[in-house]
């Protein structure tokens, strides 16, 4: 069986700091896999490296089978991996509307040149994505929010516009950063309600980053720990929370 993100002695370097040092590991397909740790464990790094942001100094990145270790982001973009943003603070001048619209580009039906020349096909995809990320705003009650710049927005919803925003591209592969990071209670419970079932619905692959164990238990039955770089365990997701030194590097 072909995983769909397998690591093999990955290490990555960033200055003086070894973010990742030989880290091995395989995500099956299909599985909801949680990534924990202290703060510089490592985990943003993972996610950094899968989606080519990043590249190691040493090892092998596969996804589904395709060695992706020197490519570009976009094109591991096309080869379906999904990435939401640890912080979305940045982004300025751009609507809740137009934000969702971007998660949209990998299943445009045709190229980017026809919506920079405006050709017939480009305005056709342009009301199209259009459309479906209106839909999609209407169906999760954020419709309110479509023609809002994102910076305008309540801080709760910038995360929930982002993460629609990875996993409306039908991403086989989606790697969230932080994702309840800020959240009130009942947002973290509707971002549970959102991830569980999005996925139950399709075959993604979700890597989930969170500092919130409660809600990576609830999530994934699987789940990795890192420590300073180094992996420290796998597994079931209560067996890796269990590990003693999974617990040593949470409470120092």
């Known amino acids: ?56 100094i040493t090892g092998r990145i596969a996804i589904h089978g395709t ?23 940045r982004v300025q001048g751009i609507t809740a509307l137009q934000f969702l619209t971007l998660g949209l580009e990998t299943r445009w039906p045709v190229g980017l040149a026809h919506t920079v020349l405006g050709t017939p096909a480009g305005r056709r995809t342009e009301r199209w994505a259009r459309a479906t990320a209106t839909s999609l705003l209407e169906e999760m009650d954020l419709a309110r929010y479509g023609p809002v710049p994102l910076e305008d927005c309540p801080y709760g919803v910038r995360k929930y516009v982002d993460v ?67 992996l420290v365990a796998a597994g079931p997701t209560d067996e890796v929370l269990a590990d003693p030194r999974v617990i040593r590097s949470f409470t120092g």
């Open 1 to 56: 069986m072909v995983s769909a993100v397998d690591l093999s002695q990955v290490s990555v370097q960033l200055g003086s700091v070894r973010a990742l040092d030989e880290v091995s590991v395989t995500f099956e397909e299909g599985i909801r896999a949680g990534v924990v740790g202290p703060n510089g464990a490592g985990k943003t790094t993972l996610a950094n490296v899968v989606c080519g942001y990043y590249h190691p």
């Open 67 to 89: 060695d992706v270790t020197r490519l570009a982001p976009a094109r591991i973009a096309q080869l379906g991996v999904g990435r939401s943003l640890q912080s979305v603070g």
């Open 164 to 230: 629609l925003r990875t996993l409306v591209g039908r991403a086989r592969v989606v790697l969230l950063d932080e994702p309840t990071s800020g959240l009130s209670d009942e947002e973290r419970s509707e971002m549970h309600y959102l991830l569980a079932r999005w996925t139950s619905e399709s075959p993604t692959t979700l890597l989930l980053i969170d500092h919130d164990v409660g809600f990576v238990r609830g999530l994934c039955s699987r789940s990795v720990a890192l420590d300073a770089g180094k």
